[in-house]
């Protein structure tokens, strides 16, 4: 009776708000604190530095040059080329509108980390002409890129070609350069990884989302490969055929299309590519039996000759599927920063 009659008296003048103030004060200043401490580690790590660089962005090298061109990759298969895409959607007036200076600053992040990479960004013209070059036989591939039509499926499309045809990174023009191309990889699997892919969303124990996939999702927003992975040439023949599923139900050719969103991510966006990687992967382990099987990976796990990383790999600072929104997470190769080239504009890419 009377102990518990003095802890309720204690517990009360513990509570009391006097008391809470300090308290209060205590908490603040710590949580201040850690944020500090997580903005300097931050600053003193040497990636931060060789994020964004404000040198001037020296031109591109043209496509030809780097066809002609065979790569130096030291130990690794991974191609030293470095492809971005700026196409110009149909409904932009401008001919060869600017590119904006954020992505020009971000562009930079990658030159100044791959400093012996081949870099190319290619245009609409550029475009046209690698297509003729390297898929002349291909008739569905010459319609689509020589027409009008949605840049973001061309834009899909064409990453994929391009690695499939010379190989490289490729890297939309909203993502940061963390660490360089060559570190990406462990050094143990340096040697026989042939495709370095990224996830985009893991549903953990959350959640599904409206759009993604059901479980898990790979980005393409940033692939790298060496040239020729059957992954590539399965992701195409499918996208080809959603494509011409897709014109069918429009009634009407590829370049009249104006497709939602959703026909973008189902068709050549990171849906398809999801579906089409699993279906390569489980060619490759066919213990695997659900996406859900890849779902909480901690660690870079190879399947055959495809290196997958952690959310964090190309994922970081989403507020989802355990990516890591604050610092730089030591498994972080690359951000996305979810700029979309064209919004503000009324499109997206
Ligand atoms: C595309 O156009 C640009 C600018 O006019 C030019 O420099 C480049 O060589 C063209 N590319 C091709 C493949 O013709």
């Known amino acids: 009776m009377f102990l518990s009659a003095s802890r309720w008296r204690l517990s009360r003048r513990f509570l009391s708000s006097r008391r809470l103030v300090p308290i209060a004060l205590i908490l603040g200043f710590a949580l201040v604190l850690t944020f500090y401490t997580i903005h300097i580690q931050s600053l003193h790590d040497p990636r931060f530095y060789e994020r964004v660089s404000l040198q001037v962005p020296h031109d591109p090298a043209s496509l030809s040059s780097g066809l002609a061109q065979s790569p130096r990759q030291g130990d690794h298969l991974i191609p030293h080329k470095i492809w971005q895409i700026f196409l110009t959607p149909p409904e932009i007036k401008e001919a060869r509108p600017e590119i904006p200076q954020k992505q020009r600053d971000f562009i930079e992040s990658w030159k100044v980390n791959n400093r012996d990479h081949e870099y190319h960004l290619l245009r609409d013209n550029d475009t046209v002409a690698f297509v003729q070059e390297n898929f002349a036989q291909n008739e569905a591939l010459q319609k689509i890129f020589a027409g009008k039509g949605s840049a973001a499926m061309k834009s899909d499309i064409l990453r994929y070609l391009l690695l499939f045809a010379i190989g490289g ?181």
Request: charged share 25%; net charge neutral.
């Open 169 to 349: 990174v490729y890297t939309d023009l909203d993502t940061v350069a963390w660490i360089p191309i060559d570190y990406w990889a462990p050094r143990e699997y340096r040697s026989t990884a042939r495709l370095i892919i990224g996830i985009e969303f893991d549903r953990l124990e959350d959640e599904n989302w409206k759009g993604v996939h059901h479980e898990l999702q790979f980005c393409q927003w940033t692939i790298a490969a060496a040239p020729g992975h059957p992954i590539f040439s399965a992701m195409v023949a499918r996208a080809l055929k959603l494509l011409g599923d897709l014109e069918e139900s429009y009634g009407k050719p590829f370049a009249e299309i104006k497709p939602t969103t959703n026909d973008v991510l189902t068709t050549t966006g990171p849906s398809a590519w999801t579906d089409a990687v699993f279906q390569e992967l489980q060619k490759i382990d066919p213990s695997l039996k659900s996406l859900r099987d890849l779902s909480g990976l901690k660690k870079e796990k190879m399947i055959g000759d495809v290196l997958i990383l952690p959310i964090d790999g190309f994922g970081a600072g989403q507020r989802h599927s355990g990516s890591t929104r604050l610092g730089v997470p030591p498994a972080a190769r690359a951000k996305h920063k979810f700029h979309g080239v064209w919004k503000g504009r009324e499109s997206r890419i």
